[in-house]
């Protein structure tokens, strides 16, 4: 009796073993996410992370610019020595004032300045001088001030061995953050891991209430009433933009109350970026879930997106300091430029004008999403 028991236990676990199996054989979407998911999360580390021993390093010259001006033959020489890093692609320009602006709109990651008497100060007799030589980093991009500074110190090492020991001068950097404080790893990352946390609940409000509906029947049976498609569109996105609001506020509260974060920018604005990326996410959601046939898809489908997003939209490395094949796949996912516009607004208080760009791609992205949801889902009808 028992070994007949014994047997029928394990003629169960076979049966619902082999019908799992099915299901997911089936489910060909899911079953493809299975396999390529695991490999999509180390490619994306790869992707970002450095080979380097350490995470404030990069594997591709940063983009800084350099105003000399002591235009002396000493000064020649630095700049030559910081040319001839690999770690820096080097352009010259005449005027500090572009120089920090370029620095703030992002066209250059740093600004290095050169002051006036910087070869006089440092063959000065008899005593030694402090020379300072003015570094204009963004310092709201993970690790990027470190690494500019670490490039720069080595530069100027190389270059006080090359003109020899006889100049007893104190070659020192002064840093001037566009912040206007000193940020922590947590500071510079809190921002755009704020966004990927809106992301994850935004996802959820569209693609998995859809699924839901499915395995329910509702929705089918919503689709026989006389409201259109576009009336249900927006039906759901305003609720999840209600929802987006909310979850906001409490984000923001955490933010505050809990990791003694500063919110320098305008709040207005960083509502406005959170329904952004709420609509766009929503639009994805709804493009996905027109062919997901399960809960379970949405859910492989959400761990795919989201997980390599932490990677690749700069919430552990700001795309400046990824591979450049690497920054190609990064600018083209819209929610590179939502925690752009969060780490602007967050830590250096900038105004709209310095996130319209990140707007006008968020929008973009929208829209498309929305036409390409609209054609998958009156496919899937018929």
């Not at 001088?129 to 991009?141: G, L, P, Q």
């Not at 026989?224 to 576009?230: A, E, H, K, V, W």
């Not at 809990?258 to 609509?279: E, H, M, P, Q, R």
């Not at 690497?326 to 607004?345: E, K, S």
């Amino acid at each position: 009796m028992g070994r007949r028991r014994v047997a029928g236990t394990i003629y169960d676990i076979s049966l619902i073993g082999r019908k799992e199996v099915r299901q997911l054989w089936r489910d060909k979407a899911s079953l493809t996410l299975t396999f390529l998911i695991p490999v999509a999360i180390l490619l994306a580390f790869g992707l970002t992370i450095p080979s380097s021993s350490s995470l404030a390093a990069a594997d591709v010259p940063i983009r800084v610019t350099v105003c000399d001006f002591d235009n002396t033959a000493l000064s020649h020489d630095f700049v030559t020595i910081l040319g001839n890093s690999t770690s820096f692609d080097l352009t010259l320009q005449g005027d500090a004032n572009k120089a920090r602006s370029d620095v703030e709109w992002g066209i250059y990651s740093a600004a290095i300045i050169i002051p006036e008497g910087f070869a006089v100060n440092l063959t000065r007799r008899p005593y030694p001088a402090n020379i300072s030589i003015i570094v204009i980093e963004d310092d709201s991009k993970s690790f990027m001030a470190e690494m500019v500074e670490s490039e720069v110190a080595n530069a100027t090492q190389i270059f006080m061995k090359a003109i020899g020991l006889e100049y007893k001068a104190n070659v020192k950097l002064t840093e001037d953050k566009l912040s206007g404080r000193d940020l922590t790893f947590r500071s510079t990352t809190a921002a755009p891991v704020m966004g990927i946390a809106l992301i994850f609940g935004c996802f959820d409000d569209a693609a998995g209430s859809m699924a839901r509906e499915r395995e329910r029947g509702t929705f089918s049976r919503l689709l026989l009433t006389p409201i259109n498609r576009f009336s249900i569109f927006m039906g759901k996105t305003i609720a999840s933009l209600i929802l987006t609001v909310v979850r906001t506020s409490l984000l923001l509260l955490v933010l505050v109350c809990y990791l003694n974060l500063t919110i320098v920018g305008s709040l207005l604005l960083v509502f406005l970026i959170a329904l952004l990326i709420d609509t766009t996410t929503v639009a994805l959601g709804f493009a996905i879930s027109s062919r997901a046939k399960s809960t379970r898809s949405v859910v492989i489908a959400q761990i795919a997106i989201m997980i390599p997003l932490i990677f690749l939209t700069g919430v552990l490395r700001p795309p400046e300091a990824m591979p450049e094949y690497a920054r190609g796949l990064v600018n083209v996912i819209p929610y590179t430029y939502a925690n752009d516009a969060f780490r602007r607004v967050v830590n250096l208080g900038q105004g709209i004008e310095f996130i319209m760009n990140d707007i006008i791609v968020l929008l973009g992205a929208t829209v498309i999403l929305f036409i390409i949801a609209a054609v998958m889902m009156k496919r899937s009808i018929v």
